[in-house]
């Protein structure tokens, strides 16, 4: 969706010339009344007919009719013309199903709450594009160069083309009600413009950006990024992990891939949830792993006495109905009625 070249409706064209179209009858019907002095139906039957190239008439003309009906030809069959062209070029063509396909995906990127933008759809984006469609989390991607636009607009994922270090294009991918933002575009330079826009426009907001270099790993925090990834470091600790270790990979990539029968997700106490222990969250039967506090803090495998405190982030493995009985217990209590 390009907000600068924002697509209209192809029959608000077909509309205006509609109306113009009518006041042609209406010129040429009042016309034929005056000049010709026709009763109302025969002056309306003697403009549509001319109009329309017909050419029936219900009675003679003098030169003052034949001077007007000119003039009703030269406007009315153009318009008539005009109007018949727009139609056929409004439901034969691309146009309307591209206009259709643009207010569904205005729709849609309207609609987005607690989701993330992706800024940037190469490589790396294009990933993080896959793992959230994958965890069925909502997104938004803001691009703006020409080839991989093509390749957003080829797989019709939900777009804005413009820089993503612009305001007006971030308030209109939602970042004053998203989740988070990944600026993962290939210039450092620019994800450092990134962030510090999106962390101006909302102080919440959990930045994740791309690093190609060391030294910028520092310039990103500063600007405002959560967390920095580098895709070379990153890659080459999988690499030796991996070479080291594989079955420890393989267990984390099992729990971690959606739509396994296990899986790792973090849960926040909530401010209204009585305070509890992690013994008592271990009802659930799902493994607590993690224990980060609210001032950052992380107990790993945390002991059943340990008080968990609202805004605790607890970092937890099990099944899905394992998962759902942890989030039942960090639930405030429903109100007896």
């Not at 064209?13 to 010129?27: K, N």
């Not at 207010?103 to 294009?126: F, P, W």
């Not at 009600?177 to 510090?196: C, F, G, K, W």
């Not at 401010?271 to 009802?283: M, S």
């Amino acid at each position: 969706m390009n907000p600068r070249q924002r697509l209209r409706n192809p029959l608000r064209r077909i509309g205006i010339v509609l109306l113009l179209f009518l006041a042609i009858l209406v010129y040429g019907t009042a016309g034929y009344m005056i000049v010709g002095g026709y009763p109302f139906l025969d002056a309306l039957f003697t403009t549509v007919t001319t109009v329309t190239t017909v050419g029936l008439q219900v009675r003679p003309l003098d030169a003052a009719g034949e001077a007007f009906t000119i003039s009703v030809v030269v406007l009315g069959v153009a318009t008539f013309l005009y109007l018949f062209g727009s139609i056929v070029e409004a439901l034969s063509g691309n146009r309307w199903q591209a206009y259709r396909r643009y207010r569904r995906m205005e729709a849609q990127i309207n609609s987005l709450r607690d989701h993330v933008i992706v800024c940037g759809y190469g490589r790396t984006g294009k990933r993080v594009a896959l793992e959230l469609r994958q965890r069925r989390v909502p997104y938004v991607v803001v691009e703006m160069n020409p080839t991989p636009l093509a390749d957003v607009q080829r797989e019709r994922e939900p777009h804005i083309e413009g820089d993503a270090a612009n305001d007006d294009i971030l308030h209109l991918a939602g970042i004053d009600h998203a989740r988070a933002l990944v600026s993962a575009v290939d210039s450092d330079e620019r994800n450092v413009y990134i962030v510090l826009t999106a962390r101006s426009l909302n102080p919440r907001l959990f930045i994740v950006a791309r690093s190609s270099y060391p030294d910028s790993v520092p310039k990103l925090e500063r600007a405002g990024a959560n967390r920095v990834v580098s895709p070379y470091s990153a890659s080459g600790t999988r690499m030796a992990a991996l070479a080291m270790q594989p079955a420890v990979v393989d267990v984390l990539d099992f729990v971690s891939t959606p739509g396994t029968q296990m899986s790792i997700e973090e849960l926040v106490v909530a401010p209204e949830t009585p305070d509890t222990t992690a013994g008592a969250l271990r009802r659930s039967a799902a493994t607590l792993l993690a224990v980060q506090s609210k001032g950052g803090s992380i107990s790993v495998g945390p002991r059943d006495e340990q008080t968990l405190n609202a805004g605790d982030i607890v970092v937890a493995m099990g099944t899905r109905d394992q998962l759902d009985a942890l989030a039942g217990l960090l639930r405030p209590a429903e109100p007896a009625s």
